[in-house]
Structures are given as C-alpha cells and as structure tokens.
C-alpha cells in the first residue's frame, strides 16, 4: 500500500484555475495507473482523469479540454491541473494508486468549489 496526500484545493470563481498535487509516500514507478476521481454532494464517485506508468491519459468527458494530469516521477507526485473551471466542477477530489494485483489506495481528498 502506498499513502497519498492530496493537496491544492480551494475556493475559486468560474474561468479560473487550481493545480491539484498528489504526493505519495513512495516511489509511483511501480505503480500502474494513478488517478484523480471526483465526489459531488448527493452524486457518486466519478473518475477525472488517469494516467499509466507509461504516460497514457484518459479523462472524462466532461473535463476532456479543461483538465490535464501529468506525473513528476522524480517528485513521487501526480498532479491535475484544471482550466476553466465551473461551478460543476465543485466536489471533493481523490487521488487514487492502482498496482494490479493489490487494493487500490485512496488519498483523504481536497475540496474544490467553483463559485463566484
């Protein structure tokens, strides 16, 4: 198992940005795939954005433009950088460590509200 701790999370009004950091306690080479996932008042837990050990990306629809995950290898952290952002975007999000084979770890989340 690995600890993540999230961070980077804040109060912002629509069209702006945060920069969302994942710091895990060890090395993430060994890790398949990371991920940011993301929780709504009342909505379940939805994934954002993912990236493999081999820098392969996937997002939801809904952030595809706005949204970029990127890895600092040397930094054992993930990051998630979010442009443009909406009041939709408001939600508590996750970072997630997924090594096939072994449970998946989940950080303790970092609020982020988009409002004017």
């Known amino acids: 198992q690995v600890q993540l701790v999230e961070s980077g999370g804040g109060l912002v009004q629509p069209g702006g940005s945060l920069r969302l950091s994942c710091a895990a306690s060890?090395?993430?080479?060994?890790?398949?795939?990371m991920g940011w996932y993301r929780q709504a008042p009342g909505k379940e837990r939805e994934l954002v954005a993912s990236?493999?050990?081999?820098?392969?990306?996937n997002y939801a629809d809904s952030v595809k433009g706005r949204f970029i995950i990127f890895r600092d290898d040397a930094k054992n952290t993930v990051y998630l950088q979010m442009n443009s952002l909406k009041p939709e975007d408001t939600a508590v999000y996750y970072c997630?460590?997924?090594?096939?084979?072994?449970?998946?770890?989940w950080g303790q989340g970092t609020q982020v509200t988009v409002s004017s």
């Open positions: 990236i493999t050990g081999r820098g392969s990306t």
């Open positions: 060890r090395s993430i080479l060994s890790i398949n795939v």
């Open positions: 997630n460590a997924h090594t096939y084979g072994l449970v998946p770890s």
